[in-house]
């Protein structure tokens, strides 16, 4: 198994996704996992607003209400109308749970659904049936629904903006590993650090080779990466991806060899045919 398919994208996403809001920190509330009812179904990401006239002014919080249900794909997973469908049972369980589920109020939630690629042809079936405008850059909200909608297409969000949520993909460039970095070594409070901790790990996981790069390169920018990352950590990393490549070279050339062999038996097949045929004994 590849070392990108045991990275822990999601844990990584919560941290990035408080990062993100960290400005208005005392007035959220963030649920990793929400269990829903009884059922083993969770939600990824929730953020409860506690006080309603706070306002987020943050080009994808501006939307958030008193309750906003993150559902989030890591890079390469699938984003469809079933994810789409599945992200509104859930905001439509979560108010079947709530204490007011007696009537039905004005619902005070809102759904967010993440990709890093932008979800071209989902957002072209909601165009056929509600109305769907592109706020932003990587943002595309989505009207006439019970709840309000927003797809985030994380590869369009404007980079120096949105650092944390755009640093979880595996196609990290040198000028955004050192935004990251700056903007890490930037934090001092306690929580923030340990977000960013979780970030930084995800991302050099899955962009092993540029930050083995960083490292190499032995300038302040590399000192600093390696107190960050633990060098043990990232060397054994490291040791890990260059064992996996030299493992999928012995077995393509194992794999060599016994085509060979096969075709070796097969011409002593053939021969064997041909003695016999000759009425020569074999």
């Given at each position: 198994?590849?070392?990108?398919?045991?990275?822990?994208?999601?844990?990584?996403?919560?941290?990035?996704?408080?990062?993100?809001?960290?400005?208005?920190?005392?007035?959220?509330?963030?649920?990793?996992?929400?269990?829903?009812?009884?059922?083993?179904?969770?939600i990824?990401?929730?953020?409860?607003?506690?006080?309603?006239?706070?306002?987020?002014?943050?080009?994808?919080?501006?939307?958030?209400?008193?309750?906003?249900?993150?559902?989030?794909?890591?890079?390469?997973?699938?984003?469809?109308?079933?994810?789409?469908?599945?992200?509104?049972?859930?905001?439509?369980?979560?108010?079947a749970?709530?204490?007011?589920a007696?009537?039905?109020?004005?619902?005070?939630?809102?759904?967010?659904?993440?990709?890093?690629?932008?979800?071209?042809?989902l957002?072209?079936?909601?165009?056929?049936?509600?109305?769907?405008?592109?706020?932003?850059?990587?943002?595309?909200?989505?009207?006439?629904?019970?709840?309000?909608?927003?797809?985030?297409?994380?590869?369009?969000?404007?980079?120096?903006?949105?650092?944390?949520?755009?640093?979880?993909?595996?196609?990290?460039?040198?000028?955004?590993?050192?935004r990251?970095?700056?903007?890490?070594?930037?934090?001092?409070?306690?929580?923030?650090?340990?977000?960013?901790?979780?970030?930084?790990?995800?991302?050099?996981?899955a962009n092993?080779?540029?930050?083995?790069k960083?490292?190499?390169?032995?300038?302040?920018?590399?000192?600093?990466?390696?107190?960050?990352?633990?060098?043990?950590?990232?060397?054994?990393k490291?040791?890990?991806?260059?064992?996996?490549?030299?493992?999928?070279?012995?077995d393509?050339?194992?794999?060599?060899k016994?085509?060979?062999?096969?075709g070796?038996?097969?011409?002593?097949?053939?021969?064997?045919?041909?003695?016999?045929e000759?009425?020569?004994?074999?």
């Amino acid at each position: 198994m590849e070392i990108e398919d045991k990275i822990q994208w999601h844990p990584a996403f919560c941290s990035a996704m408080e990062l993100e809001l960290r400005e208005y920190k005392k007035y959220l509330k963030y649920e990793r996992e929400h269990n829903l009812s009884k059922l083993p179904l969770k939600i990824d990401f929730l953020v409860i607003k506690k006080e309603a006239d706070i306002v987020i002014r943050n080009d994808f919080g501006d939307f958030f209400l008193g309750n906003n249900i993150f559902e989030y794909k890591s890079p390469g997973d699938d984003i469809n109308a079933g994810t789409f469908y599945k992200a509104l049972a859930y905001a439509c369980l979560y108010m079947a749970e709530a204490e007011s589920a007696a009537e039905i109020p004005d619902p005070d939630t809102t759904i967010s659904i993440v990709r890093e690629q932008k979800p071209a042809k989902l957002l072209e079936q909601l165009r056929k049936k509600y109305d769907v405008v592109k706020k932003a850059d990587g943002i595309y909200r989505v009207s006439g629904l019970l709840f309000p909608v927003q797809i985030l297409a994380t590869k369009e969000l404007n980079e120096q903006s949105h650092v944390w949520i755009t640093s979880l993909t595996r196609t990290m460039n040198m000028e955004c590993a050192q935004r990251l970095l700056d903007n890490f070594t930037g934090l001092s409070d306690d929580t923030d650090r340990k977000n960013a901790d979780s970030v930084m790990n995800v991302a050099s996981e899955a962009n092993i080779e540029l930050f083995k790069k960083m490292i190499q390169e032995g300038d302040q920018m590399c000192e600093e990466l390696k107190e960050l990352l633990a060098p043990e950590i990232l060397e054994f990393k490291i040791r890990l991806a260059e064992q996996d490549a030299k493992l999928a070279d012995k077995d393509a050339k194992l794999a060599d060899k016994d085509a060979k062999l096969i075709g070796k038996d097969a011409e002593i097949a053939r021969l064997k045919k041909r003695l016999v045929e000759a009425g020569i004994e074999v």
